[in-house]
Each structure stands twice: as structure tokens, then as C-alpha cells.
């Protein structure tokens, strides 16, 4: 069992409206966030834990397993905006500074190609474990 200190770490500082915010966005999860929460959950394909919407600091990662410090994003079509993407790099790098990986899918590719996203996945967490 995690001390309070170690479950307050996971979340690198996030507030009070952080959590009601994930809280309310982990109730509409998108159709390609579904998809990918169905292999995620449950330790089905991973044996370690994956989070959905997780707080970290002021933001809120679609998925994270915190062991190996790797966060997943979905991206929809908005995320091909120019000021969106500008803002998701800033947010990466900020993600990064809390020892972060983050790993960027678009939802097409969830929803056309699960299995090398799963791929991807594995692959990472098995660098993330060296």
C-alpha cells in the first residue's frame, strides 16, 4: 500500500479542480479513448497499471502508468491546429520536466490500428524498464 506522500507524488501537485476536471472527462470518454481504455484496463495486455484521465500538476493525461512514468495522449483532428499542436509541445515539455514520456496517438490511429499502437506501448515500457 502507497504512503499519502507516494499517492500525492503521482500527481505532481494537481488541485482540487484538476481532479473534478479528469473526473468529469474519465464519465465521456471519447470513442478512440474507449477503445484504447478497453486494452489498458485491468492490467489485460500490461502487467503494469494504467490510469485514465490522470492529473499531473495542472494537466490531465488520457492514460498514465506511473511506475514507468509514461503518459498516453489522443489526439482528434483539433490537435492538426497549428496553436493546439504549438500548445501540446509546451505541455509535453512541461510533462517531461516531471520525468514524463509522452507517447501521441491520433485517433484514427486507434481506431484503424489498435494493435500497433499496443505495440508502440509495449515497446516503450519495455525501454522505460531497462
Known amino acids: 500500500m502507497r504512503s499519502i506522500s507516494e ?28 477503445i484504447l481504455w478497453k486494452q489498458l484496463k485491468d492490467r489485460k495486455l500490461f502487467t503494469e497499471k494504467f490510469r485514465r484521465q490522470h492529473p499531473a500538476g495542472c494537466f490531465i493525461l488520457d492514460f498514465y502508468c506511473h511506475k514507468y512514468k509514461l503518459g498516453v495522449e489522443i489526439d482528434g483532428e483539433i ?14 515539455a512541461e510533462l517531461n520536466k516531471f520525468g514524463i514520456k509522452v507517447l501521441r496517438f491520433t485517433n484514427n490511429e486507434i481506431l484503424e490500428n489498435i494493435n ?9 515500457l519495455r525501454k522505460r524498464n531497462e
Open 7 to 34: 499517492k500525492r507524488a503521482m500527481f505532481f501537485g494537481a488541485d482540487a479542480k484538476t481532479f473534478q476536471h479528469a473526473w468529469s472527462l474519465r464519465k465521456n470518454l471519447t470513442p478512440a479513448e474507449l
Open 79 to 92: 490537435h492538426a491546429n497549428e496553436e493546439i499542436h504549438e500548445y501540446d509541445l509546451d505541455r509535453t
Open 116 to 124: 500497433k499502437v499496443i505495440l508502440t506501448i509495449k515497446s516503450e
